[in-house]
């Protein structure tokens, strides 16, 4: 079954199926490319998903910057 591509950008806070060791379940979005760079929202902890990965972990968006 294929995972769709979720359009996200630096700077979305998403929310993922698991929550974070922390509690948290809120991540911001660093970067987004081949792989995507998640800080955690309550520790700040950094982690590196590889896209497939982050597709399919991916639940809801909480909050996205103002377009520009």
């Known amino acids: ?5 979720t359009p996200i950008a ?3 806070v998403v929310r993922l199926k698991k929550p974070h060791p922390c ?5 911001r979005v660093q970067r987004a ?3 995507v760079v998640l800080e955690c929202v309550g520790c700040g902890r950094k982690v590196r ?7 399919r972990r991916f639940k809801a ?3 996205r910057p103002a377009e520009e």
Do not use: C, Q, T
């Open 1 to 5: 079954m294929a995972v769709p591509i």
């Open 10 to 12: 630096a700077g979305d």
């Open 23 to 27: 509690g948290k379940n809120e991540w």
């Open 33 to 35: 490319g081949m792989d």
């Open 49 to 55: 998903l590889l896209r497939y990965e982050f597709d």
């Open 61 to 63: 968006f909480v909050s």
